[in-house]
């Protein structure tokens, strides 16, 4: 706490809230969380399937909020309720489809490089908890589906001994698990994966150093 | 970054920018995502195969119902042998020396003789003839009991179609009226409602003990089968009629069908420890070398950051 | 149940109007290759992926303006 930050804010710090304004400030500065500029290498179509992933789950929220303000049996008695249904599960279909091409992408670019490992780790474990929420909204429908995966899934789970205490016959359980805990956690994990991806900014090509010079390529001029 | 070994990509890009606008990428994704997604469910819906109940079980599967009951008598019903959590009439599955389904222990106890036939009969008071089978059943030992409704399940399971009209006589004790008891308790529809684990006595959230008893019976499998979902027909990936299922379970699914998951009787256990372990290498992959390596011997990042490597010159092979 | 009161009132009543173009309700259809078995949704899903995944690769990016 005696060093002085880069920033300079050491001032601030003789109170807790300074202190915190100051280590939010030096950890995610403005310019990085809201970017006007990019470096010179994002220009690929492949960069656009990370925010469409986050897009599509902007869109599972809301169109599930909806079913949740009319309840777990809405859907199946209301026409109108089945198309917010219906809604609720294209974007799913969209928010995986996107998300699995952009994990493609940041495999074959190593996108891990330079320190940015938890940020790849954030990804998978959200790709992993969305395929738990994902699962849980099959079993809380209430239907043939309902009844056939999770009855066929229990056995699985409770190979593992973790259904012993993640009861997938028990619907109330199975219901606040999809509609509370893991939406919040799946929300928890990308907003940790989109600040870690802003603080470190975007992976540099490989062979190229942070200078923009490639490795061993003919003279060519980086600077801009 | 004072360490011997600089990471060449850790740290702030002091080369060439181009501008960017995050939030109107935010805004144009968003109002795109959103538009695609009203197309496709105004074009293709969402599927939603109603549930079966066990009125319609029993309806339309009558012989299938009784000679799951008796299964339930005889304890040779899956739930009836299943073990951890339910109950003590097995280990259950094992991963080596790992015996995890049996060290988590029985935490939602389920008697299926008890929980699916003895007490929704005991409901019906007013069949004098169901009661005083129960109570003839009860009233003999346990030998007996096991005698009774395993010669029922053998002389079933040879009767023409299972029909309980055409078994052969023997020594079944009460069994067969108590099973044909059920039935008509099944058939009326209220045992639909009395298998639900009430918690609070009135309000119903859990559906293990139906659902387990469904689950025994062939009705509900055969209906499984008849829509591609049964496990061996990667049917953890599908769903009913021609909408996409979960295709992300690809893996997942893959395992149930090879050896030696496909013939093991630990295959849940296995194929579940094996993805747990290779979930575990997704999250890690950043440190495991040789994978970690896979994108630099693949050309695709040529194409991903051509223009640059273009106007910069391209790092050797 | 008034429809002002229903969330998405004009979109909801597009869709009980038409409701699916592509009824999609009817028995699956599946591939099978060996022991291999996929439903032709499953299918298009994964080929859709792959296409958009090499489109993403190869599609040229507008504007390399830089500053």
């Not at chain 1, 973790?162 to 990308?190: E, K, R, T």
Request: net charge neutral; hydrophobic share 50%; proline share 7%.
């Amino acid at each position: 706490m005696s060093q002085t930050p880069a920033s300079g804010r050491a001032g601030e710090r003789s109170t807790w809230t300074g202190w915190l304004r100051a280590h939010t400030l030096d950890a995610i500065p403005p310019e990085h969380l809201l970017p006007d500029t990019q470096p010179a290498y994002v220009a690929s179509w492949i960069y656009v399937f990370g925010v469409l992933a986050l897009t599509a789950f902007v869109v599972v929220c809301v169109s599930g909020l909806v079913i949740a303000l009319k309840g777990p049996t809405w859907w199946q008695v209301s026409s109108r309720g089945h198309f917010v249904n219906s809604l609720h599960l294209w974007s799913v279909e969209l928010f995986f489809f996107f998300m699995v091409v952009h994990l493609w992408g940041k495999f074959f670019m190593a996108a891990w490089r330079g320190r940015r490992a938890l940020t790849w780790m954030t990804g998978a474990v959200t790709f992993l908890a969305s395929i738990g929420t994902a699962f849980t909204g099959y079993l809380v429908q209430q239907n043939f589906d309902s009844q056939w995966i999770s009855t066929q899934a229990k056995d699985g789970i409770n190979a593992t001994g973790i259904g012993a205490f993640w009861n997938v016959l028990d619907f109330g359980q199975m219901l606040l698990w999809h509609v509370a805990l893991l939406p919040l956690a799946v929300s928890v994990l990308i907003v940790l994966h989109i600040l870690l991806v802003r603080t470190s900014g975007v992976v540099p090509p490989i062979g190229v150093d942070l200078d923009g010079r490639v490795e061993g390529a003919a003279a060519k001029e980086a600077a801009p | 970054m004072t360490a011997g070994r600089v990471d060449p990509a850790a740290g702030d890009w002091r080369g060439p920018r181009r501008p960017y606008d995050l939030v109107k990428e935010f805004i144009v994704a968003l109002v795109a995502v959103s538009l695609l997604t009203v197309v496709l469910a105004l074009l293709f819906s969402s599927p939603n195969e109603k549930g079966v109940t066990l009125e319609q079980w029993a309806q339309k599967a009558p012989n299938d119902f009784i000679a799951t009951t008796v299964s339930e008598l005889a304890g040779t019903s899956t739930s009836a042998s299943y073990g951890p959590p339910y109950n003590h009439s097995s280990t259950g599955q094992q991963i080596g020396p790992l015996h995890l389904q049996k060290w988590a222990g029985v935490r939602i106890p389920v008697d299926p003789a008890r929980d699916f036939v003895i007490s929704p009969l005991r409901t019906m008071t007013a069949d004098a003839a169901v009661q005083a089978a129960v109570r003839r059943y009860e009233a003999a030992p346990a030998a007996q009991q096991d005698q009774w409704a395993g010669a029922y399940a053998d002389a079933l399971s040879k009767a023409p179609e299972g029909d309980p009209a055409q078994v052969a006589a023997g020594d079944y004790g009460p069994v067969p009226a108590m099973a044909s008891g059920l039935l008509g308790l099944a058939q009326s529809g209220a045992l639909d409602s009395q298998l639900v684990n009430a918690g609070t006595g009135f309000y119903q959230a859990d559906y293990t003990k139906p659902l387990l008893f469904l689950a025994d019976g062939g009705y509900l499998a055969d209906l499984a089968q008849a829509q591609h979902l049964s496990g061996n027909q990667w049917g953890m990936m599908n769903e009913t009629g021609n909408f996409p299922g979960q295709p992300w379970l690809w893996l997942y699914t893959f395992w149930y069908q090879v050896r030696p998951f496909s013939t093991s009787t630990n295959a849940d256990a296995l194929v579940w420890g094996l993805m747990m372990l290779l979930s575990l290498a997704l999250v890690l992959v950043p440190f495991i070398p040789g994978v970690r390596s896979i994108p630099r011997r693949l050309p695709l990042y040529r194409l991903v950051w051509r223009s640059y490597y273009r106007e910069h010159g391209a790092p050797r092979r | 149940m008034s429809a002002g009161g229903d969330p998405l009132p004009l979109l909801a009543a597009l869709a009980v109007s038409i409701e699916a173009l592509v009824d999609l309700t009817g028995p699956g259809h599946y591939l099978d290759w060996r022991f291999i078995q996929i439903s032709g949704a499953n299918f298009a899903v994964i080929v859709l992926m792959l296409v958009v995944f090499a489109l993403a690769l190869f599609l040229p990016f507008p504007g390399g303006r830089k500053r």
